[in-house]
Every structure is written in C-alpha cells, then in structure tokens.
C-alpha cells in the first residue's frame, strides 16, 4: 500500500442476495484530499460507505483506512474516522447540545472534554441560537450540520459523509458546502458521496463515478466535463440574422449548430466567467438582439449519457421521476 493513500479500496465486491451492490471497486484517496463518488439512486455508494467504514463487510476485495484493514483491524479504522450517514441517528427528544455530549460521552470523551468539543461545533457550525433545542424542532439543514458535528467529536483524520445534502434547499446546500470547506482547510481527508454533480464539481478534488457498482470514470471534475463534451451556450435572437454564427465563432470551441428557424443558435464552449455577456455584447455590436442566452454545464445526467449511453434513470424510473416533481 502506498504509504500516503489514507483511503484505498482494491477490488470491493458485495452481493445482496441477487443484485450485486459493488461490482469490483477500486478508490484511492491521498491525505487531506476530497473524493466525490458520485453516482445515481441505487449505483452503491452507501454500500461502499459501510464497507470501508467497518460496518459491512465485503464479499470479496480489500480495503485500507487510515493504514488499518477495514476488516481485520475493525477497531483501529473506527478510531480514525467520522461518519455522517444517510440515516442518521440522533435522539430526537434531547437538546442539539445534549446530543452531541451525549456522543461525545459515547465516544471516550470526559464528560467535561465532550462539553468543550460540543461547543466549539456548536460555534463552527452556526448552531449557536439552536443548540438549546430540541432536535425535532430543527429545519433539515440545521439537522444536517449537528449529523456532520456528531461525526467530528472526536477530531477524526478521515470523514465519510454520505449524501450530506440530498433533500436540502439551496441556501442549505451551500451552507453546507462552506462547512464541508472548512473541514477540508483543517487537513482531514474526505470521502463524499452524492448525486450531483455540481456539488462534486464544486467540492472533490478527484471524482469517481459508479453506476451498478462499477467505476465507470475517475478524474477531476474538469477532465469528466470533456469527456462529456464540456459546457454548451444556447442563444436564441430575436430575429433571424445570417452574420450571427460568424460573430460567435470567436468565442466557441466547436461548430456552432444553427437551429432550422434560424433563430437559436447552440456551441460548445470552454465555460469562462463572463463569457454569456461577452457574447451578447459582440452580438449587440453586430446589431444582432438577443433575446435568450443560457451557459449550460454538464448535468450528471449529461455525463452519465456521455460515458454510458444511457441515462442515469432506466426509463420505468424516468416516468416516476417526472411525475414526482
Ligand atoms: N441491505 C440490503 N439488502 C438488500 N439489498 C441492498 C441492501 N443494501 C443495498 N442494497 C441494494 O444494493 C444496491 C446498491 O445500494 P446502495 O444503497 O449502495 O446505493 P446508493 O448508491 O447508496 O443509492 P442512493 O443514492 O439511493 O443512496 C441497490 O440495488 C440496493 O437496493
Ligand atoms: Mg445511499
């Protein structure tokens, strides 16, 4: 084993009696450095997640955390860690504070260690107004920082956040994300699963993405894009203008797709900030009027079609999806 790999899985393989949850998964990730697993409802992050958090073990494979055998040296890899998981268990009755002394107490901390760490997450993490709170009466993102406290009682090197901002709002998810960046400035070493790729974008230095337990690509963010096809600009004018594909090729990286009307026009491009005005601008100076312009980045939908062929849904799902939201 590589001696500064603080997460390495070679091989995880585990069945559930028919459907094969991981498929042969391999990760390595360096201290103090942020991997997003990224993948669909169902892909095996959580199972990979309890895998190398010691409460599941593989059928087959092996896996290394903090240097110790997530099998063989159980105890020693549970030391090292944090975990926040999908479901998380806090006690719904008792205080915000009350749950994290309580969890600190479980974890080997004095009562009056416990009482001192349970504040200073409390203040890191903007629990301060609701720490004397009972948790049922928490909003879903002020419950979601007290799950990622619990799991940092006991100043772990290694946290493994499953899913940590599925079902949030937007101002929660970025709350959170501004948290997560914060653990990250400390040194610790993180495993993040998600569903979106926005937030792996925007928080993992490397991204692996599963899809029916297997690895199906693994890179920074920026090098999956390409793959894909990287970002697109969509413009639609106000009238049909010949000039306009020329005006706009300056600013493209590929081919710019005239729509049969002639008045939407779609490129690739390299997605830069500033880039839609710029391009309205020369447009406008052309005396050609925009009346839509849209910098699309690549969806885990889009990247998910690019590498597989099909979307991340099969299609029986794909209604049910539409007919939710
Ligand atoms: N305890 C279990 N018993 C039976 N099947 C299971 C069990 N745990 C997971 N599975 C199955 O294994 C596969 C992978 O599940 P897993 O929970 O790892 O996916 P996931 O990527 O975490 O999905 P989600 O995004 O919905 O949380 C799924 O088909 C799931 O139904
Ligand atoms: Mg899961």
Redesign the pocket.
């Known amino acids: 084993m590589t001696h500064d790999l603080m997460i390495e899985a070679r091989g995880l393989r ?4 028919p ?4 498929d042969g998964i391999d990760l390595e990730v360096p201290a103090g450095a942020i991997l997003g697993v990224l ?12 895998i190398l958090t010691t409460l ?1 073990i593989p059928d087959a494979g092996s896996a290394r955390v903090a240097g110790h055998d997530v099998v063989r040296e159980a105890a020693a890899v549970q030391r090292n860690i944090g975990v926040t998981a ?1 479901d998380a268990t806090l006690d719904e009755v008792l205080t915000g504070r009350e749950n994290l002394v309580m969890i600190g107490r479980l974890s080997g901390l004095r009562r009056a260690q416990a009482r001192l760490r349970a504040a200073e997450l409390l203040d890191q993490f903007d629990l301060v107004d609701a720490a004397d709170r009972v948790l049922k009466e928490y909003s879903g993102g002020m419950r979601r920082r007290l799950d990622l406290a619990a799991g940092l009682l006991t100043r772990p090197p290694v946290l493994f956040l ?2 940590p901002t ?1 079902g949030l709002d937007p101002t929660s998810r970025v709350r959170m994300w501004e948290v997560i960046r914060g653990l990250v400035a400390d040194g610790v070493t993180l495993l993040l ?1 998600t ?1 979106y790729l926005d937030e792996a974008d925007e928080l993992a230095d490397r991204i692996v993405v ?1 899809d029916h ?1 297997r690895v199906i690509a693994n890179g920074t963010s920026a090098e999956l894009k390409t793959q894909t096809g990287g970002a697109r600009l969509e413009l639609t004018l106000s009238e049909v203008h010949t000039a306009a594909a020329q005006v706009l090729a300056p600013f493209v990286e590929g081919a710019v797709h005239v729509s049969h009307d002639g008045r939407r026009l779609r490129a690739p491009v390299r997605a830069t900030t500033g880039l839609a005005s710029t391009v309205v601008r020369a447009l406008d100076d052309a005396g050609i009027t925009v009346d839509d312009v849209e910098l699309r980045q690549p969806s885990l939908d889009d990247v998910f079609f690019a590498l597989t062929g099909h979307p991340t849904e099969e299609p029986d799902n794909a209604d049910l999806e539409v007919a939710r939201s």
């Open positions: 585990k069945s559930f009696g459907t094969v949850a991981l993948g669909p409802n169902g892909a095996g992050k959580t199972t990979a997640v309890r599941s999908q499953d899913e599925t699963t569903q599963i337990g």
